[in-house]
């Protein structure tokens, strides 16, 4: 049962916590960036279609009536929403703020409610300078009054139902997790099916070029995207009665309905008693009978091999980490989706483009082993960092923590010379690229506890139910990303495309050269794009073996005084850091 | 010989002065009881003498290594935080063994020990087997003390040790206190709980507002107490860490009330 006043009590809560989550935002300078660009980009974009189609539109005879796709596309769209606010909230929101107190001041259901409403603000805050824009785009091009009314009305309910049914997906999934032992032991690994499976489908909803695909008008049978109907009431375009009636109940049904069921399983995720599988405890003991170590014996099969002391326990440490919180690696999926569906996109446009698969790998490979221990060094320690510090010296912690990646150097060499033969490199242009992948490791490695330590992510954003569980922070990520993928895809390409190589360095001057020669009219600008020209055009002419030889050995050099720089100062670093 | 020696240790952080010309002079195998209210700068004291922060000024050595040099610092101390410094998804054994790893104690004689104390600490192989994250906070309590001894270190920096823990868990670790000083450690403890710095500590200092306003025996200090029908402990805190002008405010007011009583 709900107590009195529940609503204005969730309408409080959701409030508080959005402005809690606004606060944190703020505080994160790269985040903030990020999350700016995502709304700017695009708002930018519709305002530039807006002030170029707009006045067209104005006054036109439009012809144009509602059909199955724009429907359909309407529904892929919001589906997409479920999934993302789904995933939310099975990562960070399946608890309320601050549990036991919320718990035990209001009911289930204001609790839920307030999520929900939470929730709906920061999608809300997102959306709102698209939003806007497009109702007074619409409003002006259709000269609709209706629209000003319509499309805001309409497209909160829109978004208030995708926020209620990702909330109920999420809430079933972290049910399954905390109640069904099969979920409970496979979390990670159906988590990960889960998601393949979701962007595998929408890809064949997204990429007509594949060979099997599907079309966006197969979606128009859901209700939930006949809203469409509604959005364009008022405007010349031909709208359904019925489907504009179907969409609205159904937005309508699945905000009440979906609260509802919300509120019920939340209930039982909450009060009730989750399954224990955590059946390894005999076997942990038995581990230590033996004369093992437990924690030597915690991160079996594998092991620290060669290194010794404190840098081997560390490193047994760093990978027992990443085994009993496998969360913690989930930002390693980011940009390998990025670079996937960059690479997967260049093999559908045909021609021999399946040999970009190889330094695909190779850039990949080599940044996802060196980024995964590293990053946050920490931040990670949580509240152990004070003890962590009067412990151990810098010299063992930072070598502990670049040991894991390079325990992973064999699966990446293997996997990178698998792809670069697969792709149709001859043996020593693939094991070069496997060889460049390797290097890129132990560079990424040894530069990732500098990183991580000059911006280190300490606040608690919660993933999978733990607040001990700290990724790495978005501009430490950032910062890797760029240090290793730069360089790296420089390297490898001198083996793949070296020519396209020199190109792209013979650039650096020939762009700048040439732009400045735009805005020069004599004097010291017109100069400096000369000679900018002229540095462009001598490294175009260096012979392409003296090229690779060169800017290889620059590359190589490079990698091996910056790792060599970040390690020692990564250790002082740690040695004179003060946590308080 | 002396174990903790600092001369004019001042902390500073912006405006706010922390710890402000602190002069202690701490002889091997004492228990030092270290008193003060909340915000009068014993946690900062602590982070000093363990290397984690850097005085603004003034110097200070424990065991002959300076304060601001931590490679220094680290074979000599162990310290236990207000709070419990454990990684949730751990184990017991595994991070015991992690820190014994870290010191890096030889394997067999660390188990050996590791068992002994957890045993000692009422804690059974079945507990150290599971997860930290299923612990109530007493065995949190107990697994973070056994952190911080196990290496034997020579001088121990305890802040609240006995938080959370049952009275028997908490005469154990009292115990446990005074044997360790018997052997030659250092304690440096830090409590609100005074009975226990009764109870153990040889001396006993207390800060207020970044000063060390007293420093003695217990007895001693309970017989500057000039108040309260039986001198304790606690009326001697009560006095040393009151404002003057709150302390004759209070006074006044006492005296007010005795002539409303007595009218």
Redesign the interface.
């Known amino acids: 049962m709900a107590e009195a006043g529940w609503l204005g009590h969730a309408a409080r809560m959701g409030w508080f916590d959005y402005r809690r989550s606004v606060r944190a935002i703020r505080d994160d300078t790269g985040r903030f960036l990020l999350l700016a660009g995502g709304v700017l980009v695009p708002t930018l974009l519709v305002t530039g279609f807006a002030f170029l189609f707009a006045p067209e539109v104005r006054g036109a005879d439009l012809d144009v009536s509602m059909n199955a796709t724009i429907r359909g596309f309407v529904a892929m769209f919001w589906f997409f929403a479920v999934f993302m606010l789904a995933q939310r909230t099975t990562a960070a929101h399946s608890e309320p703020v601050a549990e036991s107190f919320a718990l035990t001041t209001v009911s289930a259901r204001t609790a839920v409610v307030g999520g929900i409403i939470a929730e709906s603000l920061r999608v809300f805050s997102y959306a709102l300078p698209i939003g806007l824009l497009g109702t007074l785009g619409t409003a002006y091009a259709f000269n609709s009054v209706v629209s000003l009314l319509l499309i805001p009305l309409i497209g909160g309910l829109y978004v208030v139902s995708a926020v209620v049914a990702g909330r109920v997906v999420g809430y079933v999934a972290a049910w399954l997790v905390a109640r069904v032992p099969f979920f409970a032991r496979h979390e990670t690994a159906l988590g990960v099916i889960i998601v393949a499976l979701f962007f595998g489908v929408y890809f064949l909803f997204q990429m007509p070029m594949l060979p099997i695909s599907l079309s966006t008008a197969l979606l128009g049978v859901v209700p939930l995207g006949w809203v469409a109907d509604l959005l364009v009431i008022g405007t010349p375009i031909e709208w359904s009665v019925t489907y504009a009636t179907g969409g609205l109940i159904a937005a309508v049904a699945v905000v009440v309905g979906g609260g509802w069921f919300a509120e019920r399983i939340a209930t039982s995720l909450w009060f009730d008693e989750p399954v224990d599988v955590?059946t390894d405890?005999?076997e942990?003991?038995s581990v230590?009978a033996e004369g093992r170590?437990?924690?030597a014996g915690?991160i079996s099969p594998l092991g620290v091999p060669v290194v010794t002391?404190?840098t081997?326990?560390?490193a047994?440490?760093a990978l027992?980490?990443a085994r009993?919180?496998p969360q913690r690696l989930n930002f390693l999926l980011i940009p390998v989706f990025g670079i996937g569906s960059a690479v997967v996109n260049l093999v559908l446009q045909g021609d021999g483009s399946v040999a970009v698969v190889g330094p695909a790998v190779a850039v990949a490979g080599g940044w996802i082993a060196s980024a995964a221990f590293g990053l946050n060094p920490l931040g990670d320690e949580?509240?152990?960092?004070?003890?962590?510090?009067?412990?151990?010296?810098g010299r063992?912690f930072v070598r502990g923590l670049i040991t894991p990646s390079l325990l992973f150097l064999p699966v990446v060499a293997t996997v990178t010379l698998g792809a670069a033969i697969g792709g149709g490199y001859a043996w020593l242009p693939a094991v070069g690229v496997a060889l460049a992948s390797c290097f890129l490791s132990i560079v990424g490695a040894v530069v990732a506890p500098l990183i991580g330590m000059r911006f280190p992510r300490f606040s608690a954003i919660r993933i999978g139910n733990?607040d001990?569980v700290r990724p790495p922070g978005l501009l430490a990520g950032i910062l890797h990303v760029l240090l290793v993928w730069v360089p790296g895809v420089a390297l490898v390409g001198l083996i793949a495309a070296p020519q396209l190589v020199q190109l792209a360095v013979s650039g650096a001057g020939y762009v700048p050269g040439f732009a400045i020669s735009l805005v020069a009219s004599g004097g010291g600008l017109a100069d400096l794009a000369e000679l900018l020209s002229d540095g462009g055009a001598a490294i175009q002419a260096i012979p392409l073996a003296t090229f690779r030889l060169g800017f290889g050995g620059l590359l190589i050099g490079g990698g091996v005084l910056v790792a060599w720089s970040a390690y020692r100062r990564a250790v002082h670093q740690f040695?004179a850091y003060?946590?308080? | 010989m002396t174990a903790i020696e600092t001369t004019a240790l001042t902390k500073r952080y912006g405006d706010t002065l922390a710890v402000d010309d602190l002069a202690l002079s701490i002889s091997e195998g004492v228990v030092y009881g270290f008193l003060g209210p909340n915000g009068a700068g014993k946690t900062t004291t602590m982070r000093m003498l363990t290397g984690l922060v850097r005085p603004t000024s003034g110097s200070g050595t424990v065991v002959g290594a300076d304060i601001t040099d931590r490679d220094g610092l680290r074979p000599h101390i162990g310290y236990l935080p207000e709070e419990p410094p454990l990684y949730d998804h751990a184990t017991a054994y595994e991070q015991l063994e992690y820190a014994a790893g870290l010191r890096d104690l030889p394997s067999a004689p660390a188990r050996e020990r590791i068992d002994s104390l957890l045993d000692r600490l009422g804690l059974s192989s079945d507990d150290a087997a599971t997860r930290i994250e299923d612990y109530s906070k007493g065995m949190r309590q107990k697994v973070a003390f056994v952190q911080a001894v196990l290496h034997e270190p020579d001088v121990i920096f305890l802040d609240e040790p006995t938080s959370g823990l049952d009275p028997r868990a908490a005469r154990t670790l009292r115990e446990l206190v005074v044997e360790l000083a018997t052997e030659g450690t250092t304690v440096f403890l830090s409590t609100h709980i005074l009975p226990v710095v009764e109870e153990v500590a040889d001396t006993v200092g207390i800060l207020y507002d970044g000063e060390l306003v007293a420093e003695g025996t217990p007895t001693d200090l309970q017989q500057r107490a000039e108040t309260g029908e039986t001198r304790s402990l606690e009326d001697a805190f009560l006095e040393l860490t009151t404002d003057t002008d709150e302390q004759s405010t209070n006074s006044t007011d006492s005296a007010i009330g005795e002539e409303k009583t007595d009218g």
């Open positions: 955590s405890s005999d942990r003991k230590r170590g437990a924690l915690a002391g404190p081997r326990t560390v047994e440490w027992l980490r009993r919180e949580g509240s152990v960092l004070p003890i962590t510090l009067t412990t151990v010296s063992a733990s001990e040695d003060e946590p308080y």
